[in-house]
């Protein structure tokens, strides 16, 4: 039995040593100390043998044990730190290849911007369901019965009745029915039209609705938070101003132009005015207020609400709105 224990010795040693692989090591640890191994087996012979030699033998076969288990973790951390050789036919000289990594799409960058800007201002974000009533999306907000905007033209109506929102201005009435001024907050979501798709047109884009309400809120706090936010996003230099104009939520009403930030005087893009159109705002109308169950006379506030799409293509001189949509890599990677 000692010739065997010694023989076993011999070829743990040099098996383990022949190992080349860390994963080798594994499948030698079972073949050797399992308890199906050769050395197991041996351990079973010991109650054959003769009982003056069981205390020695058991002896010698513990000591080979401790020592093939050590001669196992010599040769892992020898292995561990011996690279494996390259295949033959690889070059380790290449350069490594690049994971291609993501981008924020243009308008979430544009809309982040947006948020930073009404943040520091004191406004928070709002938000309201894309499927609306005709409550939210007309009635609340003053639009008549008989307004064109109602049309299966211009808005998009479900089977039940519903419709997919036409105008962020439905979160205007959702959060005054549900709070008391004072209020300010930006809203910014998808809405709908059933409009013809081209460079400047689609049926499914993004507005951001703002909302400031409280006593003595004046058109003068108005036109100073609308110029503040475009001089924040646009640059210092440019100009805005306010042109009368009608929508029945507000009274009075007025869209925002700010001087063409691509030109001095005239170009393609401002159709050779020198001025854009990018929001329309006004003074919240009283029977917007009376929708929401607002006390008489008790409140004032201004409200606006521009194209996300529209200030996003202006700010990078993007030309066609489709591309939004259409998740071209090379479009996207731009920005
Ligand atoms: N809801 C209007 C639209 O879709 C935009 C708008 C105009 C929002 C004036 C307003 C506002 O809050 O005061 O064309």
Not at 2 to 29: F, N, T, V
Request: net charge neutral.
């Amino acid at each position: 039995m000692e010739k065997e224990i010694e023989e076993l010795r011999g070829a743990a040693m040099a098996a383990i040593g022949s190992a080349r692989h860390r994963e080798d090591l594994g499948p030698l640890r079972i073949q050797w100390l399992g308890r199906q191994g050769r050395l197991s087996q041996l351990f079973k012979k010991l109650s054959e043998s003769p009982v003056q030699q069981r205390a020695t033998l058991g002896k010698a076969l513990n000591d080979l044990k401790a020592a093939i288990q050590s001669r196992l973790e010599e040769q892992e951390q020898k292995l561990a730190l011996t690279p494996r050789p390259a295949p033959v036919g690889f070059d380790v000289t290449l350069p490594g290849r690049r994971s291609p990594l993501g981008r924020r799409h243009p308008l979430s960058q544009t809309m982040e911007r947006i948020k930073t800007v009404f943040g520091t201002l004191g406004f928070e974000m709002a938000y309201g369901p894309e499927i609306e009533t005709a409550h939210y999306n007309f009635d609340a907000l003053n639009i008549p019965v008989d307004h064109p905007s109602r049309d299966a033209f211009d808005t998009f109506f479900l089977s039940d009745g519903r419709l997919l929102r036409s105008q962020t201005s439905t979160v205007q009435v959702r959060v005054m029915e549900k709070r008391i001024p004072p209020l300010r907050i930006v809203a910014p979501g998808r809405v709908y039209r059933p409009d013809r798709v081209d460079a400047t047109h689609h049926f499914m884009f993004h507005q951001v609705e703002g909302l400031v309400v409280d006593r003595r809120v004046t058109f003068a706090d108005m036109k100073y938070v609308l110029e503040v936010a475009l001089q924040a996003l646009f640059g210092r230099e440019r100009k805005m101003r306010l042109v009368p104009s009608f929508f029945p939520f507000t009274e009075p009403s007025a869209e925002v132009f700010m001087s063409c930030p691509f030109c001095e005087g005239g170009c393609a893009v401002c159709s050779r005015s020198g001025w854009l159109e990018i929001a329309g705002c006004g003074m919240v109308d009283p029977n917007v207020f009376r929708a929401v169950g607002y006390p008489e006379g008790e409140y004032t506030g201004f409200a606006f609400g521009f194209g996300l799409d529209r200030i996003a293509m202006l700010a990078y001189g993007i030309h066609d709105i489709r591309l939004f949509t259409e998740n071209d890599c090379g479009f996207l990677h731009q920005f």
